[in-house]
């Protein structure tokens, strides 16, 4: 199985910045992609930002140019650096990973971290 530690969360007045950072560890033969998600209340979960395993970034409208994603690849580390916050960012963020299992099908797997809720105050 795959572990996620999901930390960075609080609450931050609008404008303030957070870094939230996911780090991986368990079985598995490569990450594919690490990501956030996010679920405010009554909203649908959305995704925020994505790493692939080429570097590649993708940000959901509404974060880009204030988000940043990166990745430790030594240390199987995943960040997210968000600067002017804004009330509407206050979700739960999920760290979402996609591995390859260790399995000689090394088939694609996702895993979930816990959330770590993300306040930010007009």
């Known amino acids: 199985q795959v572990q996620l530690v999901e930390s960075g969360g609080g609450l931050v007045q609008a404008g303030g910045s957070l870094r939230l950072s996911c780090a991986a560890s368990?079985?598995?033969?490569?990450?594919?992609?690490m990501g956030w998600y996010r679920q405010a209340p009554e909203k649908q979960r959305e995704l925020v930002a994505l790493?692939?395993?080429?570097?590649?970034?993708t940000y959901v409208d509404s974060v880009k140019g204030r988000f940043t994603i990166s990745r430790d690849s030594a240390k199987n580390t995943a960040y997210l650096q968000m600067n002017s916050l804004k009330p509407e960012d206050t979700a739960v963020y999920y760290c979402?990973?996609?591995?390859?299992?260790?399995?000689?099908?090394?088939?694609?797997?996702?895993?979930w971290g816990q959330g770590t809720l993300v306040t930010v105050s007009s």
């Open positions: 368990g079985s598995f033969f490569s990450i594919n992609s």
């Open positions: 790493i692939n395993r080429n570097g590649m970034t």
């Open positions: 979402n990973v996609v591995v390859r299992a260790p399995t000689s099908g090394y088939e694609y797997l996702e895993h």
